[in-house]
């Protein structure tokens, strides 16, 4: 085992540094003292060795990674991914030959998981504590004789180590730091001594990967706009918001357009058509989205050919007076084909009429949100507007945080994501926290032919249910993944659904 030490406190106060070195760990397997050198640091430091048989040490941690972060209103109860699982393990090999009296763990899934190869190792039953009254834990810690372990949460651990007298030092990044393990070494004279290790695949490589790895391409539906008010006011105000956003951020999009939302009274409206110009003259992107938006598991195969093909025709225009062609095809609700006959059928007709299939990854109920959004700035109720706006952002993380996983389960990697949003006014008043979000995440905004530029858009698709469906769940279903692949996915926040008259 490697040691190194990464910083050197500035006063007494402050915890102690140290870094396990996960490669020199797991190139000896058979290490028999993995943390002697940790406790021959902690004695230099006591200098006291009689002292030293009369203290007790407590660890403390983070559950490890999982499916997606845990930070969403009434958040469901998710395992472990593979890197988390991973760090479990390690964590008992790295304590194997220490002394371990007592393991504390909350009833979730994820510190279960995170403390379950410990426990199992040293045949020591897991104590569950309520992770809300952490004062009653650390009281019964304090009369407690002998080495614990107490797994918790991001929100939880650092607090912690307070309580027992420790230095947490700076608080724990919630989204992608899971490799501090505090230990406490208590004195009989009530000094504790703070040591943090960082242990496992390293917070601060995960974060440069990320940073260098992430792209997406930004890909809006439903154009010139999807609202319950039908002016031609509304339509140039949201579409104005959408464009001034993007125009700001150097952020590149594409808008797929429904061309009978540019008729009024069944008559062509200038107007309307203008606001496709408007979206070239940003710089942005147009692709079909049918004419009527129709459901190609709700009508035959020659009806949505035909549906296409009337759906070309004026964005062609102004696509040509730009110097630029027709090559996207998006799915209104993402329905590709329900038989295996419909979606060979849909496949060769697109690739006769030489377009370019747009899919999504990822894949949310925005216009969930969209939809109780309008309606309550038809009402006038401005709070609610706000409390969905705020719930809004949030939520997007969190899909965006589980279709990460997804794909470094399926792919080992992070792959090229495409997001679906739709051109309404809750994106034009929220577009520009949305992008801020994932600027936030490491992600580099790409045009849709960048990203399809990603080898996984070659992976094969035969799904033929009748959702809508991600391409990320589209491919592993095509490969036969087990069904707990798909667990733990984010839902619409219930006030959401209820203020939208919406069920998910």
């Known amino acids: ?28 397997p058979n290490h028999n003292c993995p943390l002697t050198v940790v406790f021959l640091a902690l004695a230099l430091l006591i200098c006291s060795t009689k002292a030293n048989t009369q203290s007790s040490t407590i660890f403390l941690l983070r559950h490890g990674e999982t499916v997606f972060p845990p930070y969403q209103e009434n958040p469901p109860n998710p395992h472990l991914n593979d890197a988390g699982l991973e760090r479990a393990r390690l964590l008992a090999k790295m304590l194997r030959s220490e002394q371990i009296d007592h393991i504390f763990s909350t009833d979730y899934r994820r510190t279960q998981q995170t403390i379950a190869p410990l426990s199992e190792a040293k045949n020591i039953p897991i104590t569950v504590y309520n992770g809300r009254k952490l004062e009653d834990l650390a009281r019964k810690i304090k009369g407690l004789r002998g080495n614990i372990v107490v797994c918790g949460h991001s929100n939880t651990t650092g607090e912690m180590v307070q309580l027992l007298g420790g230095r947490p030092g700076e608080k724990i990044d919630r989204q992608t730091e899971f490799d501090r393990l505090y230990v406490l070494h208590q004195l009989p004279n009530g000094q504790t001594h703070t040591v943090l290790l960082r242990y496992g695949a390293s917070y601060q490589r995960q974060t440069a990967t990320a940073t260098v790895q992430r792209k997406i391409a930004i890909t809006i539906d ?27 951020t150097q952020v590149p999009a594409i808008g797929f357009v429904n061309e009978n939302k540019l008729y009024r009274n069944n008559r062509l409206d ?30 035959s195969f020659r009806e949505f ?40 059928q849909l496949t060769k007709f697109l690739k006769d009429n030489n377009y370019v299939v747009a899919p999504v990854t990822i894949d949310n109920a925005e216009y ?45 990697r992070e792959i090229s994501q495409t997001l679906l949003i739709h051109a309404n006014a809750l994106n034009g008043d929220y577009l520009d926290e949305l992008l801020q979000m994932y600027q936030r ?25 009748d959702g809508g469906i991600t391409w990320l769940h589209r491919w592993a279903i095509t490969k036969g993944v087990d069904r707990s692949f798909y667990k733990g996915e984010p839902t619409c926040p219930e006030f959401v659904q209820n203020a939208a008259n919406i069920r998910e």
């Open 305 to 344: 050919a035909e549906d296409i093909k009337k759906g070309e025709k004026y964005t062609n225009v102004v696509l040509k007076e730009q110097g630029q062609q027709l090559k996207y095809f998006r799915h209104p609700f993402l329905h590709t084909g329900n038989s295996s006959d419909k979606q060979l």
């Open 1 to 28: 085992m490697g040691l190194n030490w990464s910083s050197n406190p500035k006063t007494a106060n402050n915890p102690i540094y140290l870094t396990l070195s996960e490669t020199k760990m797991m190139r000896k």
């Open 270 to 299: 200038p107007v309307r058509l203008d606001l496709l110009r408007d979206w070239l003259a940003s710089g942005m992107e147009l692709g079909n989205h049918g004419f009527a938006h129709k459901d190609y598991h709700r009508v």
């Open 368 to 412: 969930i949100f969209a939809r109780a959004y309008e309606l309550a700035l038809q009402s006038a109720d401005q709070e609610l507007m706000e409390k969905i706006g705020n719930a809004y952002i949030p939520y997007m993380e969190q899909k965006t945080a589980y279709f990460e996983s997804q794909s470094r389960m399926l792919f080992n």
């Open 222 to 248: 439903d154009l010139p706009a999807v609202t319950l008010d039908k002016s031609n006011a509304n339509y140039q105000d949201i579409t104005d918001k959408l464009l001034s956003t993007l125009e700001k």
């Open 441 to 465: 995440r490491g992600y580099q905004f790409v045009s849709l032919e960048e990203a399809l530029k990603d080898p996984a858009y070659k992976s094969p698709d035969r799904f033929t249910g």
